[in-house]
């Protein structure tokens, strides 16, 4: 970069997915950053283009156009500006491709496989498959596998420093005799990073050296007690940009082009996540559905963990999302009848013509259910691996007798989280807003006192590779432009009779204005407290009933407005639970969408 | 809002068609640049490395890894047939002997000291690729395959499965509305690529199957049936390496949908000509769809085709345009295109955007989301 963090005042920044380039810009306007206008033009990194760059240079054209002002001059950025033409840094993240796809390998499947799998995702790869000894396949199976999937990378890890050598080298002789093949370039040797046993480095050299591109970094789980996945990360991504980047389209010009690293998108969107929660001391889960994947993100006492759910989403993988949730779980979303074949032929129309969009309000509400699905699937596995070490002694004493923890405890607690993100287009384009947080709530039910919020047009990517060189400009732009506060969720845990009161609440508003209130079993109801206005909130649980201090305990928090407000959901956690007669479900379904104006009362749902 | 991916197949009745046939590794090319290819010529060849077995043997032997290169009777690339002793140990002076054989036909490929696993591979395994259509190479990559060109007719389905197949073109349904039933499935259809209007289900592609037909190209195919064909519901599409004994390409989606017109008419003209089909589809970043090959060679010459290619350079929607809806609620309704609306518009699910005015084969006129119609090239 040869400007100096101080004088910039103008950021251009791009993110090339996969079908879509969407550039930014950013200035300084007084004191503080903010989004001026953002352009979108289709990728162009298949036939017949095959250039990465040109696809950025007609984003960024329509960006200069909406801004009123040359960006371009021959193709070429005006850089650094000069009055008011050009731009000062230009920075890019890209998933273009199918993104960075990856197997990882470990010696025990719940210990360091599990820790390589968590480095590639934080890395920003898909994982295609884990490999371990004990993963019950058969050597030659393992062979046949790595053979088929043609990974852009393979993590190799293994052994803690100083252990046994034999196993992590056996890993390493099925991967020598399977000889993989990079997916793209017919010519180029596939990169592999070895992050196992230091001991057996020699070993991984002589079996690897010379048929793949090796790369040797610090072990990613240096004894049982420590993962050290940083160096792992790190090495993901300059290996992705120097082996996986350069062998697509146009991406050595679009290297040439920018200011810092291209970064992985979802490596981009996990290093913005983790800065907001260290900077505001506040745990987080993130969530970004898209058509062929959903990813998954949370930091946790400050512990980041990313997952990708490769098949759920909601065009390319609709289907994916239906067969995995099954019929019942998706239609128990859904306030009306619909017939089976009907649906799935629906379904299957929507993965082959993708970008349609539902016109009539029966189809909205139908993908608005899978929506919910996506997200609940999505969000088990992300549990499911955001863990904590397994394999780990711990020292116990009479006490533990009762609360055994073996590490398979999920670091990801829906009490203690304080805000939830979501993104991509069903959730930031939803409608109305509350139709998102509603989504939110149904999938990931909440506990206690919750934001949720969402990515007004993604622009994560973009920022978390601005938090690199400019972090104030990117925080300012995210808190500013970025997110969409919809309000707060307040959900007491426990289950009582319907309609018994379970929760009493006051709220102190701006202004001074006091209101007591009083929550029923069962209730949905929205207070509407605005954007950028606080209210204190002084809960009384009843007894059993806990809103994050234990049972009947009471709590008082300054909470956050939104477009929607403050939505008491007293429609009961562990268990949620919906009624089993249809009738009686639909019934529910409806007073629900009454209650926070979801749908308006007309198709399929006219009263 | 710019779309990223313009929905819209391909139906031509007259183009020209490249074809890139390349092997998964380098290899041979056995053809030459303006080579005349038929669709079963072999264009280039190569071999897999064979398939690997990992033997444990200092386990088998009861050794250590560190003994293992005295035991070894092979070493590393020695060729070694079934059966045939790979290691040995002797013990107790002689006494007590174990030996280790080999399981395959193949060679030694490594020892490890370490581990003490021996790694055999089995011999090589060919890959040859075929032309696939009849026509002219136009283009040699060196070692890696051949672009093969030809003129004709182009048709894109939407979706499909199964694999590539070659046959003579068969119309079976009298309509572009009729379904294909079981009456239709006759044993002159051996070997046949058969067009169906409106729908295929389950039963019928079963008796089609037994009777050896190679493929079918039809208007609609329901999602229970596909089900019920493949035998697992299809998650995500990607298709086309399915083993179902046959190949189908359908031209309008999920349901029973009558067959455009235009690709019906196209094909009954060239009823009887040798057809190359495939039912690949991806639906992902390079998007790929299934496709209908009818080369033309004979009955036009290349200027005959040029001069059409050039007189319909492709234009994006216009008012006149001739689209067809792909969503709810006129799926599969054509029409022609009236005005394309500056303003993004409100639907009635409230969503916000861009539309256009159609006037509907009905004579109705609605304002469509410009994402929930496609063009049909005229």
């Given at each position: 970069m040869n400007i100096k963090k101080e004088d910039i005042t103008s950021i251009l920044a791009t993110d090339c997915g996969s079908t879509t380039t969407k550039a930014i810009l950013i200035e300084k306007r007084g004191d503080e950053f903010r989004l001026i206008v953002r352009g979108e033009a289709p990728t162009t990194?298949?036939?017949?283009?095959?250039?990465v760059t040109q696809g950025v240079l007609n984003a960024v054209t329509e960006v200069g156009e909406l801004a009123g002002r040359?960006?371009?001059e021959d193709n070429q950025l005006i850089k650094p500006r000069k009055g008011d033409k050009g731009i000062d840094i230009y920075i890019s993240t890209s998933s273009a491709g199918g993104g960075l796809q990856m197997m990882v390998a470990g010696v025990v499947k719940n210990m360091t496989a599990e820790s390589a799998a968590r480095a590639a995702l934080g890395g920003g790869?898909?994982?295609m498959d884990t490999l371990a000894?004990?993963?019950?396949?058969l050597p030659h199976e393992q062979i046949q596998r790595i053979r088929n999937l043609r990974p852009d990378m393979i993590l190799l890890s293994g052994g803690v420093?100083?252990?046994?050598?034999?196993h992590v080298v056996e890993l390493g002789e099925i991967i020598a005799a399977a000889n993989p093949r990079p997916?793209?370039?017919?010519s180029y040797q596939l990169p592999i990073i070895y992050a196992g046993n230091i001991k057996a480095r020699d070993e991984i050299q002589k079996l690897l050296g010379d048929k793949t591109a090796l790369d040797i970094t610090d072990?990613?789980?240096?004894?049982?007690?420590?993962?050290?996945l940083m160096p792992s990360r790190l090495k993901i991504q300059q290996l992705f940009l120097e082996h996986v980047m350069a062998q697509a389209p146009g991406y050595k010009k679009l290297m040439a082009m920018t200011d810092v690293d291209i970064m992985p998108t979802p490596a981009a969107v996990g290093d913005i996540m983790q800065r907001i929660s260290e900077q505001y001391n506040i745990q987080i889960v993130g969530a970004d559905i898209g058509g062929a994947t959903t990813d998954v993100f949370s930091v946790f006492k400050g512990v980041f963990n990313r997952t990708v759910?490769?098949?759920?989403?909601?065009?390319?993988s609709i289907s994916e999302v239906f067969a995995e949730a099954g019929m019942e779980n998706v239609m128990k979303w859904v306030p009306f009848d619909m017939d089976e074949r009907d649906l799935r032929n629906r379904i299957k129309n929507k993965m082959i013509?993708?970008?349609?969009?539902?016109?009539?309000l029966d189809e909205l509400v139908v993908e608005q259910a899978i929506c919910r699905e996506a997200l609940r699937i999505s969000f088990d596995q992300h549990k499911a691996l955001a863990v904590g070490l397994k394999g780990v002694q711990q020292e116990r004493t009479i006490a533990d007798i009762f609360s055994q923890s073996?590490?398979?405890?999920?670091?990801?607690?829906v009490m203690t989280l304080d805000m939830i993100i979501g993104s991509g287009g069903v959730l930031s384009h939803a409608p109305r807003r509350c139709q998102s947080a509603l989504m939110m709530m149904d999938a990931?039910?909440?506990?206690g006192i919750t934001e949720l919020t969402v990515?007004?047009?993604?622009?994560m990517p973009q920022l978390g590779v601005l938090a690199k060189v400019h972090p104030e400009a990117a925080t300012q732009v995210f808190l500013k432009d970025c997110l969409i506060r919809i309000g707060t969720c307040i959900a007491p845990v426990g289950k009582a009779k319907?309609?018994?009161?379970v929760l009493k609440a006051k709220l102190k508003i701006p202004g001074g204005k006091e209101e007591e209130l009083e929550f029923k079993y069962g209730d949905l109801k929205v207070i509407p407290l605005e954007v950028g206005a606080t209210a204190t909130v002084e809960l009384h649980p009843v007894?059993?009933?806990?809103?994050?201090?234990?049972?009947g305990q009471p709590k008082t928090k300054e909470i956050n407005g939104g477009v929607v407000g403050i939505i008491f959901d007293c429609?009961?956690?562990?268990?949620f639970e919906l009624p089993k007669d249809k009738k009686k479900r639909i019934e529910k379904l409806q007073t629900w969408i009454d209650a926070m104006d979801i749908y308006p009362r007309e198709g399929a749902l006219a009263r | 809002m710019a779309h990223a991916y313009t929905p819209g197949l391909r139906v031509v009745e007259k183009t020209i068609i490249y074809k890139e046939r390349r092997l998964p590794l380098r290899g041979t090319v056995l053809v030459k640049k303006g080579d005349k290819v038929q669709y079963?010529?072999?264009v280039a060849r190569t071999e897999l490395p064979g398939n690997v077995h990992m033997m444990n043997v200092v386990n088998k032997l009861n050794i250590t890894p560190g003994e293992i290169k005295d035991c070894m009777l092979k070493k590393e690339g020695d060729p070694i047939k079934r059966d045939e002793v790979l290691a040995k140990s002797s013990s107790f002076f002689g006494l007590f002997k174990s030996i280790c054989n080999s399981p395959i036909n193949g060679s030694v490929e490594s020892i490890s000291t370490v581990t003490g696993q021996v790694v055999l591979r089995e011999a090589p395994i060919p890959v040859e690729i075929a032309?696939?259509?009849?026509?002219?190479?136009?283009?040699v990559i060196e070692a890696e395959g051949v672009n093969v060109k030809t003129w004709g007719t182009y048709i894109q389905g939407i979706f499909g499965v199964g694999g590539e197949v070659v046959g003579d073109l068969q119309i079976v349904?009298?309509?572009?509305?009729k379904p294909l039933t079981m009456?239709?499935?006759?044993?002159?259809?051996?070997?046949k690529i058969i067009v169906g209007g409106s729908i295929v289900t389950n039963d019928v592609i079963q008796k089609a199957k037994k009777i050896g037909i190679k493929g079918i190209i039809v208007g609609g195919l329901d999602d229970k049936d596909l089900k019920e064909l493949l035998g697992?519901?299809?998650?995500?599409?990607?298709?086309?390496?399915?083993?179902?004994g046959l190949t189908i390409v359908v031209t309008?989606?999920?349901?029973q949908i009558k067959m455009a017109e235009k690709t019906y008419d196209i094909l009954k003209r060239n009823e009887g000509l040798k057809t190359s089909i495939n039912g690949a589809t991806q639906i992902r970043a390079g998007v790929i769809r299934p496709e209908v090959i009818v080369p033309l060679l004979e009955r036009y010459t290349l200027e005959e085709i040029l001069q059409e290619h050039e007189a319909k350079a492709q234009v994006g929607m216009e008012p006149g345009s001739l689209i067809r809806v792909i969503?709810?609620?006129?799926?599969g309704v054509l029409g022609k295109v009236v005005s394309l609306p500056h303003n993004l518009t409100e639907m009635e699910s409230e969503t916000k955007v861009r539309v256009v005015e159609v006037e509907l084969e009905t004579g109705e006129k609605v304002i469509l989301p410009r994402a929930n119609v496609e063009t049909i090239e005229s």
């Open positions: 990194v298949e036939a017949p283009v095959e250039d040359p960006i371009l790869a898909i994982v000894t004990n993963d019950k396949r420093d100083g252990g046994t050598v034999s997916r793209l370039g017919i072990n990613l789980r240096p004894t049982m007690e420590r993962e050290n759910s490769a098949n759920l989403g909601m065009s390319y013509r993708p970008t349609t969009i539902p016109q009539v073996t590490g398979d405890e999920s670091l990801v607690d990931y039910l909440p506990e990515d007004s047009i993604f622009m319907e309609g018994k009161t007894k059993g009933i806990d809103i994050g201090e234990g049972k429609r009961g956690r562990q268990p | 079963d010529k072999i032309a696939y259509i009849d026509g002219i190479v136009d283009e349904s009298k309509s572009v509305d009456d239709d499935i006759t044993p002159n259809l051996k070997d697992y519901d299809l998650g995500v599409a990607i298709t086309g390496h399915e083993e179902i309008e989606g999920f349901g969503r709810k609620p006129y799926f």
